[in-house]
């Protein structure tokens, strides 16, 4: 009989260490009759990304110092501006976005909180204890940007 408990497989009355296939922040999985299911933190991200663009008056994401670094090292663009942790009682999703400038701040953010708490939870059935939105920056939208251009002289 084997047995897991933390890092460590039990087999017959000897421990070993177990090193994951994933790391922990990553093992989100749900056991099936078929098999575990692991929903890894990208595909999170990406879910948070794609709900948050979706609300009216956000422009984009903005990643700090860490997403720089990490796109010298192979992050993918699209993970900019996103971080998923895995929290003791269920998952934090931090947005960092750019907003359309003139658009009410508290109002878009609670947007932003709402959708994605909705689509990471319907799509993956893992609970959402926060989803923190940092407004990092007002963006004029290029549309409105470009036709002022043309007429300031």
């Known amino acids: 009989m084997t047995e897991r408990r933390e890092n460590y497989v039990f087999e017959e009355g000897r421990a070993a260490k177990?090193?994951?296939?994933?790391?922990?922040?990553?093992?989100?999985?749900?056991?099936?009759?078929?098999?575990?299911?692991?929903?890894?933190?990208?595909?999170?991200?990406?879910?948070?990304?794609?709900?948050?663009?979706?609300?009216p008056g956000v422009v984009d994401f903005v990643g700090g110092l860490v997403d720089g670094l990490a796109g010298i090292v192979g992050k993918r663009q699209q993970d900019r501006g996103v971080h998923v942790e895995l929290a003791d009682n269920g998952l934090v999703i931090e947005l960092t976005v750019a907003l359309e400038y003139g658009v009410y701040i508290p109002r878009v953010a609670g947007q932003i909180q709402m959708e994605v708490r909705k689509a990471v939870e319907q799509m993956t059935g893992k609970s959402v204890r926060a989803v923190n939105v940092v407004v990092q920056s007002v963006q004029v939208p290029p549309a409105a940007s470009s036709a002022g251009e043309g007429t300031v002289k």
Do not use: Q, S, W, Y
């Open 18 to 55: 177990h090193t994951p296939a994933l790391p922990a922040a990553e093992e989100r999985d749900d056991e099936t009759d078929f098999g575990a299911v692991h929903i890894h933190n990208g595909v999170i991200g990406a879910i948070a990304r794609l709900a948050a663009a979706k609300v």
